[in-house]
Structures are given as structure tokens and as C-alpha cells.
């Protein structure tokens, strides 16, 4: 029998947010107010992005109430690399654990252009898993293309997952991982247990199109990737992510959602 945090839970238990760099411009206008908006959409927890390290400690317990008077979670947060500098990592990990936060996601870091570098940085991304792991906290790491495209052969992606703590996750960015030529089942496939959220961004080929496409208009194979990530990847949450469409934020943030439960229903 397979470990519990390596079984496939139902589908409809799994719950469905937003990257709320998605709505970025709303939010810039009326935060409140779009968080508002987006769990009127159906969107069960959200993940904020970088900007929300510079609030008040009075802002950040004013957005707990407010998700928990939605009954939304903010299971994780998109943070910066310096966010778990010696300087930064004490107020990364008081305000995450206000926002009840499971995991601190590092969103990107320097591109390294050797292998050993991406092999340090899996040593930071341990250290800082081990600074947070006192206060019920995970580290994280989000992929982009250059994680995807090899170095000497191997892609930095593989550095990282052969490097860090198991306890470290893996947050998969299919569409990105789809712009450099990988594939996203396989990788969820190699890496059982630390798929422990997606950002279900689509991806495009064609001309002029890339990002843009909402979620399902893109190559992306959602029914095995969404089948991977229940059996063995160990998948807790699922993130719609959306970088600019045809609609408006809040209407491709809607649209985005309406289309994956067609999808999954």
C-alpha cells in the first residue's frame, strides 16, 4: 500500500486557487476588494506573490480575518530568493505563519549558468527548509523555462530535486515547463510525493499566442497531468495562473476556473 501523502485523493478534494499574480493590476487598485472577488468566483485558497512582504503586520492579520471570513486558505506564498536571507527570513516566516501558510515558495533565483551553482542554491533552499520547518513551515521551489533547459546535459531542475530534502517542494509550473520542451508528466512521474501543488498555466506554440491562451486552449495534457499529480505525486492544492489573455484579469480569472471544472467534472 502506498504511503498516505503518496495516494490518489478524490479530485473534488483537492482544492482549486488562484496565483494572484494573475489579477495583479486589480489588486494593485482594491486588494480587499479583489480578494473578494475571486473567492466570489468559487476559488477556494490563493497564493499571494512577492509584493505581500512589504505589508504591516497590522495588513497581514487584517487579510487572515478577511480569508477566513471567506472560508479561503492561503496555503502558500510566491516569494523572492532574499526573503531567506539571514536579514529577511524571521519576518518571511511571522508573516506567512499569520496568513496560515503551509509553504514558502521561492519563486525564482540568479539563473545560474553552471551546475554547481544550482547545486549551492539546493543547499539554501535546505537551510532555509530548516529555519522554517520550527514554526510548522515548508520550503518551496517554483520552476520557470531555465530550470527546464539542460546544462551539459542535465537540466537544472534534476540539480535541485537530487539535492534538496524530500521535505522540500516542488512546485511545478506546467507552462513553463511545457516552453522548454519537458514533459510534465514525466517529471511528476520522477519526482513522487514533492508535486505538492501545480500553477495550471497553458501554454502555446503557435505564433503570437504563448501565455495567453486560458487555461485548456494550450498543448497541455491536463487529464495526465492532473492524473500524475493524484497517483503518487503527492499533489494538496491546484493554482490556476494566468499572465494576460484576451479578457480582462478578473473575467480570464473566471473564465480560467469555469473551464477547469468543465474539464474535471
Avoid at 494550450?218 to 495562473?241: C, N, P, R
Amino acid at each position: 500500500m502506498l504511503p498516505l501523502a503518496l495516494r490518489s485523493p478524490a479530485a473534488s478534494s483537492i482544492p482549486v486557487g488562484l496565483e494572484l499574480y494573475s489579477v495583479r493590476a486589480a489588486l494593485k487598485q482594491d486588494l480587499q476588494g479583489t480578494v473578494r472577488a475571486v473567492a466570489q468566483m468559487g476559488y477556494q485558497c490563493v497564493e499571494f506573490y512577492a509584493p505581500y512582504f512589504d505589508w504591516t503586520e497590522a495588513q497581514t492579520r487584517d487579510m487572515r480575518k478577511l480569508l477566513d471570513d471567506l472560508g479561503v486558505r492561503c496555503y502558500s506564498t510566491h516569494n523572492n530568493a532574499d526573503y531567506l536571507s539571514k536579514d529577511n527570513i524571521s519576518k518571511t516566516r511571522d508573516r506567512n505563519h499569520i496568513l496560515g501558510c503551509k509553504y514558502v515558495v521561492i519563486a525564482s533565483t540568479h539563473p545560474y549558468t553552471d551546475l554547481d551553482g544550482w547545486k549551492t542554491f539546493a543547499g539554501t533552499l535546505n537551510s532555509a527548509a530548516e529555519q522554517l520547518e520550527p514554526a510548522g513551515l515548508k520550503a518551496g521551489y517554483h520552476n520557470h523555462k531555465v530550470e527546464f533547459v539542460p546544462i551539459d546535459g542535465v537540466r537544472p531542475m534534476e540539480v535541485l530535486a537530487k539535492n534538496t530534502r524530500p521535505i522540500v517542494m516542488l512546485q511545478l509550473d506546467v507552462g513553463t515547463c511545457l516552453e522548454a520542451g519537458a514533459d510534465p508528466v514525466a517529471w511528476i512521474r520522477a519526482n513522487p510525493g514533492r508535486i505538492r501543488s501545480l500553477h495550471c498555466k497553458d501554454w502555446s506554440p503557435d505564433s503570437g499566442k504563448g501565455y495567453t491562451v486560458l487555461f485548456s486552449e494550450g498543448v497541455a495534457d491536463w487529464k495526465a497531468i492532473f492524473q500524475a499529480a493524484e497517483s503518487g505525486g503527492g499533489v494538496e492544492y491546484y493554482l490556476i495562473e494566468q499572465e494576460g489573455s484576451r479578457l480582462s484579469e478578473l473575467d480570464t480569472a473566471k473564465t480560467c476556473l469555469d473551464l477547469y471544472r468543465k474539464l474535471r467534472s
